[in-house]
């Protein structure tokens, strides 16, 4: 598959949409006219996973954390940086980030953190983007209805709640001329013509509209295809970082136990009083110390995350929680079985492995 069709179906998951104002990530470097059939997934793209891209004949990377946040001045040889990107485009490596969407996305970092910790219906921290909703409305001959709801349904449209594939349907008569040079799937030239048709009404996320009409008007069988899109009011999900949501009852000190084995920790760091039961949990993956009053204003009792600062854990600390400094790789490193999950799931004939292996050498002694 190329890579443009790659970055295409990676948009279903982490909509170029859902990428915060200080990020700056997605196609980074490549040709994605090229074809892909072996993708390296990485947490961070450094020289390690670059050199192994390169030994092992990977042609595209995808990493959470971008090769390129700040803009350049200069790419040359005499930089760190500049001395990766060379390599991988003299290599013809592709690579592609998915940073701030992933965190953001419904199946992103924090819901697989949130669900591999054990907490029940989680929702976001606070609220960063909220998703536009549309009705699509289109006409189409009795006879080929079923394709359309198909074609609709596989680009998720209808989707409401915990419904999936939602759509109304009007039966009404269709009335059209076809004018001198057009090729009318039915009727003829100049002469108008009445059709029974019917009217599918649904519901598209904002990310899926290009591509749900684009679906839509391939499928259909006229050359021209009636269809009306309506802005709604309705209320979308509203992403934002980290989750919030409840486990059973369970003593602290045996809740930050069963964490370091899930998160498979050597450590983690622990601020806060943990002689009292905890039911409402917080996490966030990467550097979440700057939602500490998000997770408190929603009922967290624990809050983890990663790169917890001085003043941070202070502040945790006299609003009476307890913060699991988990680290930022541990917090993150979900993210990879996410990107890796969700490719297999979509896309046939390629291979997909992850490098595990951290950005960073650490040791506590
Ligand atoms: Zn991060």
Not at 126 to 155: C, G, M
Not at 177 to 182: I, K, Q
Not at 250 to 260: E, G, P, S, T, W
Not at 295 to 310: L, R
Request: aromatic share 8%; with cysteine.
């Amino acid at each position: 598959m190329k890579a443009k069709d790659i970055i295409k179906t990676l948009d279903k998951l982490c909509s170029p949409k859902l990428i915060d104002s200080w990020d700056n990530t997605g196609f980074q470097i490549g040709n994605d006219q090229k074809d892909i059939k072996r993708i390296l997934i990485a947490l961070d793209l450094d020289e390690y996973v670059i050199n192994k891209a390169i030994d092992e004949k990977y042609h595209m990377i995808i990493s959470h954390h971008p090769l390129i946040f700040k803009p350049l001045k200069n790419i040359n040889n005499r930089s760190y940086l500049g001395n990766m990107i060379l390599k991988l485009i003299e290599n013809k490596i592709v690579v592609y980030n998915a940073h701030s969407n992933l965190d953001l996305a419904i199946g992103g970092v924090n819901d697989k953190l949130a669900e591999l910790l054990g907490i029940n219906n989680p929702s976001p921290l606070n609220k960063i983007k909220k998703e536009k909703l549309y009705k699509l409305v289109v006409y189409v001959p009795e006879d080929s209805r079923e394709l359309i709801l198909r074609a609709l349904e596989e680009e998720d449209a209808g989707h409401i709640g915990n419904y999936s594939s939602c759509t109304f349907n009007t039966k009404g008569i269709g009335t059209f001329r076809p004018l001198e040079g057009t090729n009318p799937f039915i009727g003829v030239t100049n002469i108008l013509e009445e059709v029974n048709e019917v009217k599918v009404e649904t519901i598209v996320k904002e990310e899926a509209l290009n591509r749900t009409i684009n679906k839509v008007i391939k499928i259909h069988p006229y050359e021209e295809v009636a269809y009306d899109i309506f802005e709604l009011i309705n209320e979308g999900y509203n992403f934002g970082y980290g989750r919030v949501g409840d486990i059973e009852e369970v003593d602290a000190l045996n809740f930050i136990m069963d964490i370091k084995e899930k998160l498979n920790l050597d450590h983690i760091n622990i601020y806060g009083n943990l002689d009292k039961k905890i039911k409402r949990v917080a996490v966030c993956g990467g550097s979440g110390g700057d939602f500490i009053e998000d997770a408190y204003n929603k009922g967290a009792q624990i809050y983890i995350t990663g790169d917890i600062k001085y003043h941070q854990a202070q502040l945790a600390d006299q609003l009476g929680m307890i913060i699991c400094d988990a680290g930022h790789y541990h917090t993150e490193k979900v993210a990879l079985d996410v990107l890796k999950d969700f490719i297999l799931k979509e896309i046939d004939e390629v291979q997909v492995d992850i490098s595990l292996k951290p950005g960073i050498s650490h040791r506590v002694l």
